[in-house]
């Protein structure tokens, strides 16, 4: 009886070995996999902030012209302190937006608020970079404007891609270029009575000696701010940027870089 009794016992030690040492092994494989998962989180953070630390950005804007030439010198001073180079790709304003939203480059250059709502992958920079106004710029001295529906009854030209014309226009008659210079022969050919464009990016091309007789109407049709906007994968530099355009505008930085390139007839610094 004592026999049967001891090699009872051994049984039951026998599998409160094997179930300990299961156990133990379960641990064992769940420590790996938190570990494993922590390493993995180290690196998807290392990475995003790779991202943050790049050495260049691609922005997408406008074709070249006084507005967009100006935005890229108030930009590239910004990421300037940030230790980025800023290249910058000149492209029909429809197209420049299509590149940035779908991540073909790293941001737009500029645009009105609230374009984020329908290119969605874009992520407004919260710091306006210069108010503009809107101008009518004409050959006729009988137009009158007072705001963006007495342009009712005109042919309207403007850049394709300029979304607050293009929203504040709808069912107007309206021709489009890709480019300043085609816009304003649209004007000088008589193809449209009026072109709409920022009085900084017409102010260039109504010279007497490029386009006799274009004249701008006053007042303006409209006033509003325009952004800097980056592609989501690029969200880690919105603070710093936003800091760096912050006191950038308090410092007055931004209002001497517009002075300037007015003087230089926007030719890049």
Known sequence: ???IKGKGMNSIQKLIISVLLLLIAMLNATSNAVAE???????????????CQKDKVILSTFKKYPLSLTVSEILKSAYNKLGIAVEIHYLPGKRALLYSNSGHSDG????????????????????ALIELETIAYTRRNDIVIDGWSS????????????????SMTQGMDVQLADQMSSLFKLLVNGSVDLIVE????????????????????????DRFEIYHYLHKSNELLKPRLTKALQKMKSSGDVKKIVNDMIERDFKPL
């Open 108 to 127: 737009e250059l500029f645009r009105i608020a609230g374009i984020e709502k329908t290119f969605r992958n874009l992520i407004r920079i919260p710091v």
């Open 151 to 166: 342009l009712q009854p005109y042919k309207i030209g403007y850049l394709r891609g300029f979304k607050k014309a293009e």
């Open 198 to 221: 920022s009085r900084i990016g017409g102010a260039y091309l109504i010279d007497p000696q490029i386009h006799l007789g274009v004249r701008p109407i006053e007042p303006p049709i």
């Open 37 to 51: 998962d922590t390493t993995n989180h180290a690196l998807k953070l290392k990475c995003s902030l790779a991202k």
């Open 1 to 3: 009886m004592r026999t």
